[in-house]
Nanobody
Framework: VQLQASGGGLVQDGGSLRLSCAAS?????????????MGWFRQASGKEREFVAA????????DYARSVKGRFTISRDNAENTVYLQMNSVKPQDAAVYYC???????????????????WGQGTQVTVSS
């Protein structure tokens, strides 16, 4: 399973950015994207990796960290094997490396802990200019 995150870059304070995470690999092809709960996490310099947003296998359940709720939107397109994170009203404290993660699960729910995920992307840097 490979997860390729993209879309990071430099954004102004108050601006918007959309991150994408494309999933691929033999396992994904066998089970299908709708067998995987997905999540976004971030890690700022010198800090631990923290939960940002999570979405269930079919997109019915969604969770957000309190710090991003109302500003960020997670979504997924299972036909395209892709999950998105729309970031609006970006703040300087949102600057971090953003990681997408996947968990193969038969259950329709969300997961907010890093330990719940089996697969991780390489991360994409988000820098905020103030």
């Amino acid at each position: 399973v490979q997860l390729q995150a993209s879309g990071g870059g430099l954004v102004q304070d108050g601006g918007s950015l959309r991150l994408s995470c494309a999933a691929s690999g033999r396992t994904f092809s066998i089970y299908g994207m709708d067998s995987y709960a997905m999540g976004w996490f971030r890690q700022a310099s010198g800090k631990e990796r923290e939960f940002v947003a999570a979405i269930s296998r079919r997109g019915d359940d969604i969770d957000y960290a309190r710090s991003v709720k109302g500003r960020f939107t997670i979504s997924r397109d299972n036909a395209e094997n892709t999950v998105y994170l729309q970031m609006n009203s970006v703040k300087p404290q949102d600057a971090a490396v953003y990681y997408c993660a996947a968990r193969h699960t038969p259950y329709d729910g969300t997961y907010v802990d890093t330990s719940s995920y089996e697969y991780w992307g390489q991360g994409t840097q988000v820098t905020v200019s103030s």
